[in-house]
């Protein structure tokens, strides 16, 4: 499942991996799993029934689970999960686009510098 940190204060940068440390809050209460560590609040990102719903888990769900799950949010529609999919997408599309711009622009600077050095 393809999850990333929740947009909420102390949880990080909003990468699309899982930061081991990022706590959160749940209605006021901080949240423990089965292995006694605070549980980050993700949001999931693959295009699957559960697209866009925040869940608390174990934080050490790659190395010793202890299977402590909780969904926060109800699923969502068809329609939504559809829109939030093709939103997504255009929104990677946009970021390989400036990344490539970006080499673009640098190869630009480059070419110019040289230029100016002869």
Request: hydrophobic fraction near 25%; aromatic fraction near 6%.
């Amino acid at each position: 499942m393809k999850i990333a940190p929740s947009s909420c204060a102390s949880s990080g940068s909003g990468r699309k991996k899982l930061g081991s440390g990022s706590s959160c809050e749940h209605n006021g209460e901080e949240i423990k799993c089965y292995c006694g560590d605070k549980c980050p609040m993700w949001t999931t990102w693959k295009n699957t029934e559960n697209l866009g719903r925040r869940l608390i888990g174990c934080p050490n769900y790659k190395t010793k689970p202890c299977g402590f799950l909780k969904w926060i949010d109800e699923p969502m529609s068809k329609r939504a999960r559809f829109l939030i999919n093709k939103l997504k997408m255009r929104n990677d599309e946009l970021h390989k686009l400036n990344a490539n711009n970006e080499v673009d622009a640098i190869r630009e600077l480059k070419t110019e510098m040289k230029e100016m050095q002869k």
